[in-house]
Structure formats: structure tokens, C-alpha cells
């Protein structure tokens, strides 16, 4: 809690008050509590792209949304923000290459700078992963597995672990990245070791609750999900050439399903719906969807596409239908959920990364252009665009709406729009 919440309890409880005003200051603690417990993870609150906010514009102006701040201090990197009612949390990198955890107030003011150390300027330089932010802590992988638990309000280390030195694993072609998940106090990291593939630590101690050999592959670049099935938790992930279905509770594996692509790239967090998940990836591949069993213990291929071979860019589901961007199918597509059938596609903007609010895409191209788009039965209706003004290099970050606000990185700057049609 903030000192000033906490002065302010003190003051009260100090003062000459009755039980009733006591319980009354009580409630106010409770909710003041509350409210500073707060998830922000990648891609929202389900980890598929699907921002639940309401009120927001169904039309920008000509020359975009109101700007409302820009921070230009980020340093190379392609994460994503990290929104809570207080402070925003994003990662970058300094002139002498080393990661850091930033926090902003929300009105771009810097509140704490933590550095990480260490981040990956081989190529395609600059920090990988976004911060998770989980009640009062914010965690952090860096591309040379270094992972780091920081005090959400001060930017302290709480704890920190170095993944290759203290578990059998390597780096990877272009460094260790994954948004990371916690669930059930467990915080899981995809190591891609020999013996130690998939682990679950304690989110509040960093010690090992389980190891998983999972299928005994490097790591991909995936960010996992968690399915609920049955009476049973579903870690879901990809490694090198395969899909992996882990107990989220033991990491016993359950399942596994081989998928590769050229490059060994899978840098997309699956979909699940209504039992069924679908996994895809670039360079050609495309998806292939899979059905999960009553129990959740076993998976039946249902179809396959190479149409959509999204490289990095995520998928939206709305209405039993498939939106994304492919790689080298150059184009965005609308696929059906339960055939996998291109029902249309378009190259309105350059490809790119997607997320949805309202029913509405919200699409970001490679080029700097953001489209505010309606997916229609056939075809899709682009209603508003603008260009990214601020920041360096590769437009590759995913979009975030966090309180009728959109946050857009572009390497070395952050954007804070109003989208609020209120």
C-alpha cells in the first residue's frame, strides 16, 4: 500500500472514533486493498487478445485518437505494456545493453527504473519479454534467463533466479522468450532443458514446486496458457516441434502433439474454446486445431491450414471465426473455427499484430499503421487509421486497452491513447 494510505489509516486509528466508524474505515482498507491487487498479463485478462472494456470510440478522428502522452526513454525492444489502475509497467534497454523494468504513473511520469542486466543486441535487438504484473509484484524473464521478482511499488528485487546456471538448459537462436503465467500460486517457465523442459516455481520465493520433461526440446518462444477441463488444470505450450499438454498441478505430461516449422519459431499463446485449441505459427505453417478429450487427458486432430501462418502477430476469436495476420501468405484472414475454411482475407495495412475490444480488430502493421476495423460476414470494413508518430525500428510490440486507454509501443516509445467515447 502507498505511504499516504497508510499515514492516513494511522491518523484515523489514532483519533477518538466510535466502532461504527471503525468498521466503516475498515471497509475503506478492504477495498483500498483490493484494488491494488490487480493482474496484468499478456494479451489481457485471458491471454487471447480480447480486451473486455466498454464505451470505447466506434470512429477515430482523421488523424487518429487524442494523444495523451509519450515516454521516448525505452531503449530497444518489441514487449508490450503492462496496465493496472496505477502504473503502467514496461521493459527496456539501456544505451550499454542492459534490460530494465520501468513503472510509470499514468500520466508517463517515472516512477522506478530497475535494471535486469544483460539483453540480446545479436540481431533483431532489444528486450523480448513483457512484465507480469500479479497483485503487488512484478515479474520479469530476461532473453539470457535471468528471471527477476520486483516490488510492484518501489522496483526492489524481491528474488532472483539465473534459469541456465541453476537448471540444465540453453539459450536459443534469438534469446529466451516468453510472457510469463502464474496461476494458483505458481509461476511457470518453459526452459526447453533436457530433463528440465517445463517448470513451475513459487511465485512468491522463486523455489522449484515441480519439473516437467515435457518432450525433452529447446523452448520456442511460446507463451502458455492455462485450460480448465474437467476436473483438471492444462498447461499448454510449444517447444521445439511440439505441443505440449502439461498438469498444471504436478507437471505430469498428459499429451503431446508434433507440430514444427522451419525455424523452430512458435511465438504465438494458443486458443482454447469449447474444447478445442488451436496452435499456430509462421514460415508457411499455419495452424492445425485440436480437441481435447472430456477428461482433458488426450487430443484428436481435427483440422489443418496453412493459410493464416502467423508468425508473431496473435489471433482473435469473435463468432466462431479465426482473425490474424500470415507471414508468408502476406495477407489478414477471416478462417472458420470449425473447418479452418478461408472465408476471406485482405492486405489493408501491412501484417501484423491484432487484438479486439467491442467486437471490434484493432490491427497494427509492420508499416506503422493502426486500423480500427469491423469484421463483417464477408469481408473486412476498415472504419479509422492512423500512423504511429513516435519510436524506432520494428513495429512488432502487441497492442494494450487498459481503462478506455490504448497503449502502443514502437521500440523506443510508448503511446497512451484516448479511445474512450464518453
Known amino acids: 500500500m502507498h505511504d499516504n494510505k497508510k499515514i492516513y489509516l494511522v491518523k484515523l486509528f489514532n483519533s477518538n472514533i466510535d466502532m461504527k466508524k471503525i468498521f466503516l474505515i475498515l471497509l475503506s482498507f478492504a477495498c483500498l486493498v483490493q484494488t491494488y491487487s490487480q ?22 478522428p482523421e488523424d487518429g485518437p487524442k494523444l495523451l502522452w509519450h515516454y521516448d526513454e ?58 507480469l504484473v500479479y497483485n503487488d509484484k512484478v515479474y520479469m524473464l530476461s532473453s539470457f534467463g535471468k528471471l527477476f521478482c520486483l516490488n510492484a511499488e518501489t522496483g526492489e528485487i524481491i528474488w532472483n533466479v539465473d534459469l541456465f546456471t541453476t ?26 532443458g533436457k530433463d528440465e523442459n517445463v ?53 505430469t505430461l498428459l499429451w503431446k502433439h508434433d507440430y514444427t516449422n522451419k525455424w523452430s519459431v512458435m511465438a504465438n499463446t494458443p486458443v482454447y474454446k469449447d474444447g478445442f485449441l488451436y496452435c499456430f505459427s509462421g514460415y508457411g505453417k499455419g495452424g492445425v486445431m485440436l480437441k481435447l478429450s472430456d477428461d482433458g487427458k488426450s487430443i ?30 502476406a495477407k489478414w484472414f477471416c478462417l472458420d473455427w470449425i473447418t479452418g475454411k478461408v472465408l476471406y482475407s485482405d492486405n489493408f495495412i501491412k501484417v501484423g499484430t491484432i487484438i479486439s475490444a467491442e ?7 509492420q508499416d506503422g499503421k493502426i486500423a480500427l476495423v469491423e469484421p463483417k460476414d464477408d469481408s473486412f470494413n476498415v472504419i479509422s487509421t492512423f500512423d504511429v508518430p513516435y519510436g524506432e525500428k520494428y513495429h512488432w510490440a502487441h497492442l494494450v486497452i487498459h481503462d478506455k486507454k490504448l497503449y502502443v509501443r514502437h521500440g523506443t516509445s510508448l503511446m497512451v491513447y484516448d479511445i474512450s467515447n464518453e
Not at 312 to 321: A, E
Request: charged share 20%; net charge negative.
Open 167 to 192: 537448471y540444465e538448459a540453453e539459450n536459443i537462436k534469438w534469446g529466451l522468450t516468453e510472457n510469463l503465467l502464474i496461476d494458483d500460486g505458481k509461476l511457470f517457465v518453459t526452459l526447453g
Open 39 to 60: 493482474i496484468s498479463q499478456w494479451r489481457g485478462e485471458n491471454r487471447d487478445g480480447i480486451y473486455n472494456e466498454t464505451g470505447l470510440l466506434k470512429q477515430w
Open 300 to 329: 484428436t486432430e481435427q483440422w489443418v491450414d496453412d493459410n493464416l501462418d502467423n508468425q508473431m502477430g496473435g489471433v482473435v476469436v469473435l463468432n466462431n471465426r479465426i482473425y490474424g495476420a500470415g507471414q508468408n501468405n
Open 199 to 251: 517448470i513451475a516455481l513459487n511465485k512468491d520465493d522463486g523455489k522449484l514446486i515441480w519439473k516437467s520433461k515435457g518432450n525433452g526440446e529447446l523452448s520456442a518462444y511460446c507463451s502458455p496458457m492455462i485450460i480448465k477441463i474437467s476436473d483438471i488444470k492444462i498447461l499448454v505450450t510449444q517447444t521445439q516441434s511440439s505441443i505440449l499438454g502439461i498438469d498444471a498441478s504436478d507437471g
Open 74 to 131: 525505452l531503449g530497444a525492444g518489441h514487449s508490450s505494456a503492462s496496465v493496472t489502475d496505477d502504473c503502467i509497467y514496461v521493459s527496456g534497454t539501456t544505451s550499454d545493453q542492459n534490460g530494465f523494468v520501468l513503472a510509470l504513473d499514468q500520466n508517463g511520469n517515472k516512477l522506478w527504473q530497475t535494471e535486469i542486466g544483460q539483453e540480446w543486441f545479436v540481431d533483431w535487438e532489444g528486450v523480448r519479454s513483457s512484465p
Open 359 to 365: 467486437g471490434l480488430l484493432y490491427c497494427y502493421g
